[in-house]
């Protein structure tokens, strides 16, 4: 907090562009010979985005320490735009070459930005996930998961009840001072600078600890290499790019090696030379639509149920605000809180307040394959203006004819989609990734 700040910051540094240039080279010939490259984020990443970093000159902790109010006005984390280091971690990543991203980060705009769950450990939270103790099921939220302001300090229970143990409290993720590290993201960390033979810092300070204790295992390793070999033989290397002086800078083992720059200005030079383009920023959300049909001639009670998980198509996600199955005829049906679960009458083909008629058959002696639309209108929380959209979920099943036997009177299926919103042009793309049945 404030008392880990300077009144009087440290001095900000600013390499002219020609140096930064030389060094990104230097650092896209170090990532490509790497063979273990991890990335150890701080809050000057985010800058960018228009998030306030905690010990510049206008930093939190700064201005608090300094008694002083923000003079410029900031961006929601909830509402900012992943920015340019963000994205480029992004296709780093999908190409392979980024084998593990640490951060002191809770703005969350990492995962947003479409880093896996798998490949990032969060050493101090994130705002938008809360947990349950008890099964240790996470929760990703498009709003503010933390606990309420009221509560004391190391109390962080956010107000909502697990949905799988129903009585047990949910808890935020975010790790206040004198508290301990989650030792699931620590052990990951650890294990990934224990293996690096690169490891870049980026927007960092390098001030807490134990966190800062994880570039210094690397940068302590080449120091030790560089002393019994050659300097052509140390194949292990610490680079950092900070703006301001770090108590690591001692480890990077070449002057080309500690950068004064801004984040973006850095990595986009490294893309450069890498032969790699930054990609634009996407929302993208992951839908599971499950039916839960009664097959039997004469129809009967079907359940639709919509839900937002993660990309690992398990960990829930809630980012729908209402979801409205819209029909042929009569009233639409909205929902407005989670679980979204929709339910109605009638025969498949003709579903009662729960589908078009339009149904399609294909004969068979025992069954008839039928398809049904139903069309689904989602409303989303909105934080980057992403408006309404609907989805054409297609309901197939097999109908016994009349007189036959019913082995299974009700069939199951389950869909997910990915949703892709482009900020740029305001429009939705949807995308059917997979479908399954168990009759």
């Known amino acids: ?81 992943p920015t340019k280091t963000h994205m480029a971690l992004v296709e780093l990543q999908e190409r392979g070459i980024l084998k593990g991203l640490i951060s002191q980060n809770c703005d969350g705009l990492h995962r947003r930005s479409g880093i896996r769950a798998d490949m990032i450990s969060e050493l101090h939270g994130n705002t938008n996930i809360e947990y349950c103790k008890q099964c240790g099921k996470e929760f990703l939220r498009d709003f503010y998961a933390v606990a309420p302001d009221n509560r004391p300090l190391h109390d962080h229970r956010t107000g909502r009840k697990c949905p799988v143990c129903i009585t047990q409290p949910l808890h935020d993720t975010i790790i206040h001072f004198s508290e301990d590290l989650p030792l699931a993201p620590w052990t990951r960390a650890e294990a990934h600078s224990e293996k690096a033979d690169l490891c870049l810092v980026l927007g960092s300070s390098l001030t807490v600890t134990p966190a800062n204790e994880l570039p210094q295992l690397v940068g302590e390793r080449a120091a030790a290499q560089q002393k019994k070999k050659p300097r052509q033989d140390v194949n292990t290397n610490l680079v950092i790019c900070n703006l301001q002086d770090t108590d690591l800078d001692y480890l990077c083992l070449l002057p080309d090696h500690r950068i004064y720059a801004r984040a973006d200005d850095l990595i986009q030079r490294v893309m450069n030379y890498l032969g790699l383009s930054i990609p634009d920023f996407r929302v993208r959300r992951r839908l599971i639509v499950e039916t839960d049909l009664d097959v039997t001639p004469a129809g009967g009670r079907h359940v639709v149920t919509v839900k937002g998980v993660d990309d690992d198509n398990t960990t829930p996600a809630s980012f729908l605000r209402t979801v409205k199955l819209v029909t042929a005829r009569g009233r639409p049906r909205i929902v407005k809180t989670e679980p979204f679960i929709l339910g109605g009458r009638g025969k498949i083909g003709d579903l009662e307040e729960e589908a078009l008629q339009s149904g399609a058959f294909a004969g068979g002696d025992e069954a008839a394959v039928m398809s049904e639309v139903l069309t689904l209108g989602l409303e989303f929380m909105g934080n980057y203006g992403e408006p309404s959209c609907e989805l054409q979920h297609i309901v197939r099943a097999s109908i016994p004819q009349s007189g036959a036997a019913t082995q299974q009177p009700r069939q199951v299926a389950r869909t997910a989609y990915e949703l892709v919103y482009n900020p740029r042009n305001g429009e939705w793309v949807i995308e059917c990734l997979q479908s399954s049945m168990q009759v």
Not at 25 to 47: C, D, M, N, P, Q
Request: no cysteine.
């Open 1 to 81: 907090m404030a008392h880990t700040a300077h009144k009087n910051p440290l001095k900000e540094k600013f390499e002219a562009p020609e140096v930064i240039d030389r060094k990104a080279k230097v650092l896209a010939e170090l990532i490509r010979k790497s063979k273990h490259f991890i990335v150890f984020t701080g809050a000057g990443i985010s800058t960018s985005a228009g998030i306030p970093d905690f010990r510049g000159p206008e930093g939190v902790w700064t201005l608090m320490a300094q008694g002083r109010q923000a003079t410029k006005k900031f961006v929601d984390t909830l509402q900012a735009i």
